[in-house]
């Protein structure tokens, strides 16, 4: 059994890699279109989610748009992506991070997998960041028999970011576009959206 310390120890790293992975996907916000995403974190959840929160560039709400995307977009709740993050040691780590990747409820947009490493102070640092859409992290995934996903984490390396988009090269700089795509993909595919599932 876990003392009250050791539980908020292993809260904080994360709470730090979430932190972390906020900065480097605002490194993104700059390179936009007709839509721009800033992220910041939910800290109403016991391991902070982050937010992608969209707009127009052209300062339409998108609730006011008749752009046949943002009539997709707005049966988001907020204009907002929820995206759940996962912990992908690097290396050995004094953390278990089951009870934070494991989940029952399909309820977020996208996933940041934050592939960290430990410094000599031990403390946690970001190596690796991999942005995937709900739709392409479940895909031939299933539950187990309590309904449990269990995710092969390390196996979303097609869907990594650079952690220095401006010095070093970026496959997917306008991350917004690749927002709005898989986006407009749930909205097609389900009618609604894993954060926002009103029909």
């Not at 993050?85 to 940041?112: G, I, Q, R, S």
Request: proline fraction near 7%; charged fraction near 25%; aromatic fraction near 12%.
């Amino acid at each position: 059994m876990k003392t009250l310390q050791e539980k908020t120890v292993e809260l904080s790293h994360r709470a730090a890699l979430v932190e972390a992975a906020t900065a480097v996907l605002n490194e993104y916000t700059p390179f936009k279109s007709h839509h721009r995403v800033t992220f910041h974190t939910d800290d109403t959840q016991p391991t902070p989610w982050i937010i992608g929160q969209l707009e127009r560039t052209d300062g339409t709400p998108i609730a006011d748009s008749t752009d046949p995307l943002d009539r997709k977009l707005v049966h988001l709740k907020d204009a907002s992506v929820r995206i759940r993050p996962f912990f992908l040691p690097m290396c050995a780590t004094p953390w278990a991070e089951t009870d934070a990747n494991e989940f029952t409820d399909v309820n977020f947009d996208y996933a940041a997998i934050l592939g960290y490493g430990i410094d000599q102070d031990g403390k946690p640092f970001l190596k690796a960041l991999y942005f995937v859409p709900t739709d392409a992290l479940l895909e031939r995934q299933s539950p187990d028999e309590n309904g449990v996903w269990k995710l092969p984490l390390a196996t979303y390396y097609v869907h990594q970011l650079s952690l220095e988009p401006r010095n070093k090269f970026a496959r997917f700089l306008y991350l917004i576009e690749r927002i709005c795509e898989a986006m407009e993909y749930q909205y097609d595919k389900m009618g609604y959206y894993y954060s926002n599932p009103q029909k």
